[in-house]
Nanobody
Framework: QVQLVESGGGLVQAGGSMRLSCVPSTSTFIHYYVGWFRQVPGKEREFVAAISRWSGSRTYYADSVKGRFTVSRDNAKNTVYLQMDSLKPEDTAVYYC?????????????????WGQGTQVTVSS
């Protein structure tokens, strides 16, 4: 079983930046696709971004964050990042990372088997 831990959340002003990190309990992350999702109370967990295995040559973004968020991986540090720039109040949510060696769907919650507990991101006006 894979355990994931997100970090880097907190409070930021609109227009600011924040970087989230996701680290696994396994010794290496390179075999896993990693997705980022977010959720607000009363709504479905929604896709944000994803990155492919190994070099992370393929990335995927929701239209709502394209051009503002960047997902990347640093295999030497065994970490996947979500860089968030030009943050808006509507980006406020609990952010989760998810991982799977072969996701059934890389842009939906049901595609991943392993999930972290989430980190709160709050963007003020």
């Amino acid at each position: 079983q894979v355990q994931l831990v997100e970090s880097g959340g907190g409070l930021v002003q609109a227009g600011g930046s924040m970087r989230l990190s996701c680290v696994p309990s396994t010794s290496t992350f390179i075999h896993y696709y990693v997705g980022w999702f977010r959720q607000v109370p009363g709504k479905e967990r929604e896709f944000v971004a994803a990155i492919s295995r190994w070099s992370g040559s393929r990335t995927y973004y929701a239209d709502s964050v394209k051009g503002r968020f960047t997902v990347s991986r640093d295999n030497a540090k065994n970490t996947v990042y979500l860089q968030m720039d030009s943050l808006k109040p509507e980006d406020t949510a609990v952010y989760y990372c998810a991982a799977d060696m072969s996701p059934s769907d890389r842009t939906t919650t049901n595609g991943y088997n392993y999930w972290g507990q989430g980190t709160q991101v709050t963007v003020s006006s």
